[in-house]
């Protein structure tokens, strides 16, 4: 009960080697490179973020364009074959983004969800976004630990 027929299935196996090499890969040693730490990438968190910032509670994750359905690129129309199946699967992955980004902020994390296309074309820019993220982490930090204004930030 295989749904899918020949060119659909090789265009999913492609997609699933490009998924699991390179756009997190790319995005974990920008960040690596860039000399942020602190943070694990394989974790029991829901949706299991790509990078998970365990302290400051930041989690980052890349979106595949085909998988997760990017407005912006044409990898996130559905396949002309089998475009029930597929729009219908891609519906639900969707979903379960929303669903997993509200329960992690619901137990007070941030959640930097990027698209693959982002990390592949400006991977500089997601970094600068993730280091913002954890200044203004430690930044709210301090500010309970101690309550005492650090000024000037822009
Ligand atoms: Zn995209």
Redesign the pocket.
Known sequence: MDVHDKSTRSFNMSRIRSRDTKPEMRLRKLVWASGLRGYRTTTELPGKPDLAFTRLRIAVFVDG?FWHV?P??S??RAPKSNTTYWTEKRRMNSERDVRQTRELRRRGWIVLRF????VLKDGAGCVKIIARAIRKREKSDQRAAVSEKTGGQP
């Open positions: 364009c990017c912006e690129c990898d996130g698209w693959e296309h982002h």
